[in-house]
């Protein structure tokens, strides 16, 4: 077995495309970075370069591939105050194993169509991600005030006021303090606006979101 001219070829693309994968992801300062991301498009490539070469079932190792990007993936998502983190990353990883197994098969039209789909995805839809997240926002919030014979209706009247959507949690009372949580959606400056007001209110005692 040797190492044709196309084989070289094949992996130096895939390397390429992996380090600017990688390079947006570090840049980002994801988990999984430029190092990363080279390895899983050159390990990919690589067997699909075996399973040609050695006349394995093609597809029995690219679903062994599969299994091992879904191990990786599986490290890099967890939670984070009450978010997911990662997944954006997990799922980098698992589609720069796909543009990787193309390039072993030779499929280059496929796997650098999906490459420009890839950063179109992870770059020039960013600011669309911005406007969206800007316009619209879920925030948990938790209020602590002083037990005054009346419930904690009246934050969710001034909620209302900020054009913030409530979804009420959990309320209880302890000793003289009432608590509540709350889940708002809305626009950034209305949270921002909510956040101010509830920070300077002095009937408030605790306050989290």
């Known amino acids: 077995m040797y190492l044709s001219p196309e084989d070289l070829i094949k992996l130096l693309l895939a390397f390429v495309i992996g380090a600017i994968v990688g390079l947006e992801r570090e840049y ?11 390895l899983i498009s050159l390990g990919s490539t690589l067997f699909t370069l075996l399973s040609i070469k050695v006349s ?10 599969i299994t091992g990007i879904g191990f990786i993936g599986g490290g890099i998502i967890f939670r984070e105050q009450n978010q997911v983190v990662g997944l954006t990353t997990a ?4 589609v720069t194993a796909a543009m990787g197994m193309a390039i072993g098969a030779g499929y280059y039209e496929m796997a650098f169509f999906t490459f420009a789909l890839v950063i179109l995805s992870l770059v020039a839809l960013i600011p669309l991600q911005s406007f969206m997240k800007n316009r619209n926002q879920i925030r948990n919030y938790r209020i602590v005030t ?10 969710e009247e001034l909620f209302r006021e900020y054009n913030l959507g409530v979804m009420r949690g959990k309320q209880n009372r302890t000793g003289d303090r ?3 949580n709350w889940t708002l959606q809305g626009s950034e400056k209305q949270h921002e606006k909510l956040t101010k007001y509830l920070l300077n209110d002095s009937e408030v005692v605790e306050f989290d979101f």
């Open 56 to 65: 394995l079932d093609a597809g029995r190792i690219a679903a062994n591939v």
């Open 146 to 155: 002083r037990y005054q014979q009346k419930t904690l209706k009246r934050y």
């Open 28 to 38: 980002r300062s994801k988990s999984a970075g430029l190092r990363t991301m080279i």
């Open 91 to 94: 799922a980098a990883v698992w």
């Open 178 to 180: 009432i608590s509540g």
